[in-house]
T-cell receptor, first 118, second 113 residues
Framework: GAVVSQHPSRVICKSGTSVKIECRSLDFQATTMFWYRQFPKQSLMLMATSNEGSKATYEQGVEKDKFLINHASLTLSTLTVTSAHPEDSSFYIC??????????????FGPGTRLTVL | GNSVTQMEGPVTLSEEAFLTINCTYTATGYPSLFWYVQYPGEGLQLLLKATKADDKGSNKGFEATYRKETTSFHLEKGSVQVSDSAVYFCALRSPGANSKLTFGKGITLSVRP
């Protein structure tokens, strides 16, 4: 099946620094990638949708200048949390979808990145 | 807008018990319906899906039937195992290429030996 990886799996940083999280589709071309945030014991909240080669579409209430998303190739998207603060601590999950083939109707999820901001 | 409602949890069952996790939805048009499972410390995995009314999705002994008349997609398994302990999310996706998923709140299932 389709595999999506995320790196790093865990990151701890100091308040005020920036953190970059990578999301890669390993065996298919992801025309669209999604970034979610998951709070403890809660559901996933969609932050933004990115299509390869174009600007990301952010959900209402998500600061685009704080959560920078780049989708430069069909297999890689990055989320950069700029000037991180403790309230940004969360579990960040990406998913990828292809416009063709069996994966077209399905999002495949990465294993997530646990961000802790001290 | 779209929404997904899951039954309140957590749910604790003994091994080999019958499982039902309720899910109802509100959506315009004819969405695709999904169940995702999240094992401890891992990301979400697609468990099963159904794309049109009366379709039955099945995988690993789990089943769910797309019921348009009751706008439901309840998850069932005849005999749960300890390894089924996880968080289960019901989700829907409206028609259209790469449209976004709407998730329910998720429910934690714990299976006792």
């Amino acid at each position: 099946g389709a595999v999506v990886s995320q790196h790093p799996s865990r990151v701890i940083c100091k308040s005020g620094t920036s953190v970059k999280i990578e999301c890669r589709s390993l065996d298919f071309q992801a025309t669209t990638m999604f970034w979610y945030r998951q709070f403890p014991k809660q559901s996933l909240m969609l932050m933004a949708t990115s299509n390869e080669g174009s600007k990301a579409t952010y959900e209402q209430g998500v600061e685009k200048d704080k959560f920078l998303i780049n989708h430069a190739s069909l297999t890689l998207s990055t989320l950069t949390v700029t000037s991180a603060h403790p309230e940004d601590s969360s579990f960040y999950i990406c998913s990828a979808s292809s416009a063709s083939g069996g994966a077209a109707d399905t999002q495949y999820f990465g294993p997530g990145t646990r961000l802790t901001v001290l | 807008g779209n929404s997904v409602t899951q039954m309140e949890g957590p749910v604790t069952l003994s091994e080999e018990a019958f499982l039902t996790i309720n899910c109802t939805y509100t959506a315009t048009g004819y969405p695709s319906l999904f169940w995702y499972v999240q094992y401890p410390g891992e990301g979400l995995q697609l468990l099963l899906k159904a794309t049109k009314a009366d379709d039955k999705g099945s995988n690993k002994g789990f089943e769910a039937t797309y019921r348009k008349e009751t706008t439901s997609f309840h998850l069932e398994k005849g005999s749960v195992q300890v390894s089924d302990s996880a968080v289960y999310f019901c989700a829907l996706r409206s028609p259209g290429a790469n449209s976004k998923l709407t998730f329910g709140k998720g429910i934690t299932l714990s299976v006792r030996p």
